[in-house]
């Protein structure tokens, strides 16, 4: 009998090879019970996630989302899109950040997301493993690292701390801090949620003004 879905790992993420002609809800039959069935060989890692051969809609992405979190223990950080070279690179970076950030005593991790204008407030550096939506702020006095879209407000360096940055998935903010300085968007936000490919950016300072670049690994080891 074939397999309808394929589940294959890659650095820091699966792959889910999806039938091109199958009845979606058999995929999805499918998809849960292999996951079910191998939950304790993936544990409770982070991870992107990327679907290959068959193109899903919005609410197919959710639905599949959906049954990772009741079928695993996984949490999907990002959807990787088509833009291999992006996703890659994206993946690397967040990963030697994870890794550099898991070391220090002060770093933490938050998992979910901030809405209906919450705020977080840490002194600490902090890894969001979710979205900052629209009305709502992440602050912390050192560092801030978005796993997934930062479309509110982030102020990081509270605390006068030199080489402070703020990195996200997908960076379209309300507005930015770091140390003393603001950066106010004048462009439009695009609409916010489940993202067909990665954006990365990173914002820092340099001879006292904030740049906003395309995040890779080489820039974030200079932090």
């Known amino acids: 009998m074939k397999d309808l879905v394929l589940i294959k790992s890659f650095p820091n993420g699966i792959a889910l090879h999806l039938d091109k002609d199958a009845p979606f809800e058999e995929l999805l039959e499918e998809l849960s019970y292999k996951l079910s069935e191998a939950r304790a060989f993936f544990g409770n890692a982070s991870m992107a996630l990327s679907i290959e ?41 967040l990963a ?48 801030i690292i978005v796993l997934g879209g930062l479309y509110g407000d982030a102020y990081a360096g509270g605390n006068g701390q030199p080489g402070a940055f703020i990195a996200a998935l997908e960076m379209e903010p309300e507005n930015l801090k770091i140390g003393d300085f603001n950066y106010i968007p004048v462009t439009k936000q695009s609409k916010w949620g489940i993202r067909p490919k990665i954006q990365p950016k990173i914002a820092y300072m340099k001879n006292n003004k904030m740049i906003i670049e395309t995040l890779t690994k080489d820039l974030l080891e200079g932090f």
């Open 53 to 93: 051969d068959r193109e899903v809609s919005g609410a197919e992405e959710i639905r599949i989302l959906d049954a990772i979190s009741k079928n695993s223990n996984l949490t999907i950080i990002c959807i990787v899109g088509k833009d291999e070279a992006t996703n890659k690179t994206f993946i690397r970076a």
């Open 96 to 143: 030697h950040t994870e890794k550099k950030l898991s070391k220090e005593e002060d770093g933490q991790f938050f998992k979910g997301s901030l809405k209906n204008r919450e705020t977080l407030e840490t002194e600490n550096s902090i890894i969001v493993l979710g979205d900052v939506y629209p009305g709502s702020a992440i602050i912390s006095a050192k560092n």
